[in-house]
């Protein structure tokens, strides 16, 4: 099967998380933006949470600068929270990716739940006032890929479903059977052409977790944050500790 020319969105949040960590201006998630746009990146992912545990607004303005230098897109992850939609408009990326979101969670843990009720008229009403104040905007919904959920999508002002892929890629470093999974968002594939939503993915993926995806054509774009982080500390260590021994032994 020939590959679909798939995006890579690169999630900087966790560059953001070891800075807060020590409450220190490094390491830059601007130049963490620069470095991933520089080296193929099709698109820099952000979360602005609610409780402010990594990206701060200021952040978010300096990393819309820096997408814009690119001419790359910025996805803005945002919970249907009255004051980050105001930061969104204030913002206005290039998408949006709605997401759940709990303060007590240690990361998305799971997409909207849009059969209740109350959460579908809430972003339902996000989405028709994000649409209405930033034009060209467009607008994914984070969600699991269930069919009455991907239906429920396509009642929304939306243009793609990011489909929750955390437990297949739990299941792929488990070493667990993941063909329910495959066959899982071939359905959502098939029913998003259908719909006309795009389908991405996001959530936990690995360069090895992405690869039964990417070999069988199932997203046009794969956001992925904390693998990445973690691989850049491995890829990386040797060569600042032999530059730091120079420093230091001359
Ligand atoms: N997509 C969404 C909607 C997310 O909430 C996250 C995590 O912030 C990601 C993608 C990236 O997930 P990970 O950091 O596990 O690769």
Same mark, same amino acid.
């Given at each position: 099967?020939?590959?679909?020319n798939?995006?890579?969105?690169?999630?900087?949040?966790h560059?953001?998380?070891?800075r807060?960590?020590?409450?220190?201006?490094?390491?830059?998630?601007?130049?963490?933006?620069?470095?991933?746009?520089?080296?193929?990146?099709?698109?820099?992912?952000?979360?602005?949470?609610?409780?402010?545990?990594?990206?701060?607004?200021?952040?978010v303005?300096?990393?819309?600068?820096?997408?814009?230098k690119?001419?790359?897109?910025?996805?803005?992850?945002?919970?249907?929270?009255?004051e980050?939609?105001?930061?969104?408009?204030?913002?206005?990326?290039?998408w949006?990716?709605?997401?759940?979101?709990?303060?007590e969670?240690?990361t998305?843990?799971?997409?909207?739940d849009?059969?209740?009720?109350?959460?579908?008229?809430?972003?339902?009403?996000?989405c028709a006032?994000?649409?209405?104040?930033i034009?060209?905007?467009? %607008?994914?919904?984070?969600?699991?890929?269930?069919?009455?959920?991907?239906? #429920?999508? !396509?009642? +929304?002002?939306?243009?793609? &479903? =990011?489909?929750?892929?955390?437990?297949?890629?739990?299941?792929?470093?488990n070493?667990?059977?993941?063909?329910?999974?495959?066959?899982?968002?071939?359905k959502?594939?098939?029913?998003?052409?259908?719909?006309?939503?795009?389908?991405?993915?996001?959530?936990?993926?690995?360069?090895?977790?992405?690869?039964?995806?990417v070999?069988?054509?199932?997203?046009?774009?794969?956001? %992925?944050?904390?693998w990445?982080?973690?691989?850049?500390?491995?890829?990386? #260590?040797a !060569?600042? +500790?032999q530059?730091?021994? &120079? =420093?230091?032994?001359?």
């Amino acid at each position: 099967m020939e590959k679909i020319n798939a995006r890579l969105g690169v999630n900087i949040d966790h560059v953001a998380t070891l800075r807060q960590a020590r409450g220190e201006s490094y390491p830059s998630v601007v130049e963490a933006a620069n470095i991933c746009l520089n080296h193929g990146a099709d698109q820099i992912t952000i979360h602005l949470r609610e409780d402010r545990r990594h990206i701060q607004d200021t952040d978010v303005e300096a990393i819309r600068l820096v997408t814009k230098k690119f001419g790359k897109p910025l996805n803005f992850e945002i919970g249907v929270n009255p004051e980050i939609i105001d930061i969104a408009i204030a913002t206005a990326p290039d998408w949006i990716c709605v997401v759940p979101e709990k303060r007590e969670e240690k990361t998305t843990e799971g997409g909207l739940d849009l059969k209740n009720e109350t959460t579908f008229k809430k972003v339902q009403e996000a989405c028709a006032l994000l649409k209405s104040k930033i034009p060209g905007l467009k %607008i994914s919904l984070f969600v699991e890929g269930d069919e009455e959920i991907l239906k #429920l999508s !396509k009642q +929304i002002e939306c243009d793609a &479903v =990011e489909i929750h892929t955390g437990d297949f890629a739990r299941a792929h470093l488990n070493g667990e059977d993941t063909n329910p999974f495959l066959e899982q968002f071939k359905k959502s594939l098939n029913l998003c052409s259908e719909l006309g939503l795009a389908h991405h993915a996001g959530h936990g993926l690995t360069a090895e977790s992405v690869k039964p995806l990417v070999a069988e054509n199932l997203f046009v774009e794969y956001n %992925i944050g904390h693998w990445i982080i973690c691989q850049a500390v491995f890829e990386g #260590l040797a !060569k600042v +500790i032999q530059n730091l021994k &120079v =420093e230091i032994q001359g």
